[in-house]
């Protein structure tokens, strides 16, 4: 049995959705803590993480198809673990989504990832886990 690509496919793009509604959230969360608003604050914080939850369901549920083992689980691990800015061109239309969806994830992650250090450098101050992580570096 081949992995079904084009399930794949979706779930990554059900993922990147997620991602997205995250990075939307994290925008109003930035704009409630500058309110100081702790009461939306605290809501989009529970909101967010339930699509953190949705975005890791995704990612199992992309690894459950590599449960049968064998070629199935080496071609998903082929697609998910390749870098995607490398990947060849395939013949394949869902190889080629895949990765698309991939290396628009990669480029989402990273704003993701400097809006949350902004983030919690601006609410954590001193207490700020990046704060406390460039003093031990």
């Known amino acids: 049995m081949a992995v079904d690509l084009e399930q794949m496919m979706l779930l990554l ?12 959230l994290t925008d109003e969360l930035q704009s409630a803590f500058a309110r100081h608003d702790e009461v939306s604050a605290s809501l989009l914080l529970e909101i967010r993480a339930e699509e953190i939850a949705e975005v890791d369901n995704c990612y199992g549920r992309i690894w459950d198809l590599a449960r049968a083992g064998g070629e199935d689980a080496k071609e998903v691990r ?50 700020s886990y990046y704060r406390t992580k460039e003093k031990v570096n």
């Open 13 to 24: 793009q059900k993922r990147y959705g997620s991602l997205k509604k995250i990075d939307e």
């Open 78 to 127: 082929r697609l998910m673990h390749n870098d995607p800015f490398a990947a060849p061109e395939s013949d394949c239309w869902e190889e080629n989504k895949i990765f698309e969806v991939r290396r628009r994830t990669v480029r989402l992650l990273e704003q993701l990832q400097d809006k949350d250090r902004r983030m919690n450098l601006s609410a954590g101050g001193e207490k």
